[in-house]
């Protein structure tokens, strides 16, 4: 399966700042995602990062809030906008080859808003 | 809409005991079913998926899961558990019907294992 990287692990920031997280995977791969998991929460898909086109958002996620890119097959941004302390969680991307694949997901990157 | 009901939040067994951790699902075409386990500090490892054919699937570290269409339930099982199993494990079902939720997971809400000495 595909080696995928996700940049920072962790991060503690301020109230009112941005935050950019990275996801790299060694291989192409069709679909990307972004998932937010609150503490002692499961998972919860933010959007789908699609290549070359503006990401498809989940209800209740915005993109001002929460803007992607994702400039080619192997690497997505997700930006954590103008945060406050209830974005506090673990972000996770994760990628599948086709969508008939399972997917297979980064380490996550811990966040937390003082 | 699909979603997903992992009915145990917590569930404690001892070493060597066996497990069965319960999932059910709702989905109005064939689903995609997965397991993943996520240890603390860890992201996400898949350890099985049902797509069709089968319906016992073998995964890794000596995981299986029955999907039975009849109870829309997809419960992982392992006969002896062994304490670096001790994790919190995700039932999800997947989208792969096309539209607009194409590719995507729904997750359970988890259950978290504790395996005593």
């Known amino acids: 399966s595909a080696v995928i990287s996700q940049k920072p692990s962790r991060d503690i920031c301020q109230r009112g700042t941005s935050l950019t997280i990275q996801c790299q995977v060694d291989?192409?791969?069709?679909?990307m995602f972004w998932y937010r998991q609150q503490p002692g929460q499961s998972l919860t898909l933010i959007a789908t990062?699609?290549?070359?086109?503006?990401?498809?958002?989940e209800s209740g996620f915005v993109i001002d809030k929460f803007p992607i890119s994702r400039p080619n097959l192997t690497f997505s941004t997700l930006t954590v906008s103008n945060m406050s302390p209830e974005d506090s969680s673990i972000y996770l991307c994760?990628?599948?080859?086709?969508?008939?694949?399972?997917?297979?997901f980064g380490d996550g990157t811990r966040l937390s808003i003082l | 809409a699909q979603s997903v009901t992992q009915p145990d939040i917590h569930i404690t067994v001892s070493e060597g005991a066996s497990l069965e951790l319960r999932c059910n699902y709702s989905?109005?075409?064939?689903?995609?079913l997965f397991w993943y386990v996520q240890s603390p500090g860890q992201g996400l490892q898949l350890l099985l998926k049902?797509?069709?054919?089968?319906?016992l699937v073998q995964g890794i570290k000596g995981f299986e899961a029955e999907f039975k269409r009849s109870q829309s339930s997809f419960n992982l099982r392992k006969p002896s558990v062994h304490w670096s199993d001790a994790a919190e494990y995700f039932c999800?079902?997947?989208?792969?019907?096309?539209?607009?939720?194409?590719?995507?997971?729904?997750f359970g809400q988890g259950t978290i294992l504790t395996v005593h000495p």
């Open positions: 989905y109005g075409a064939t689903p995609y």
């Open positions: 994760s990628v599948a080859g086709t969508p008939g694949q399972p997917q297979h």
């Open positions: 990062a699609n290549q070359g086109s503006e990401a498809t958002y």
């Open positions: 049902y797509f069709s054919g089968d319906t």
């Open positions: 291989s192409q791969v069709t679909m």
């Open positions: 999800a079902v997947g989208a792969y019907a096309g539209g607009t939720s194409y590719g995507k997971l729904t």
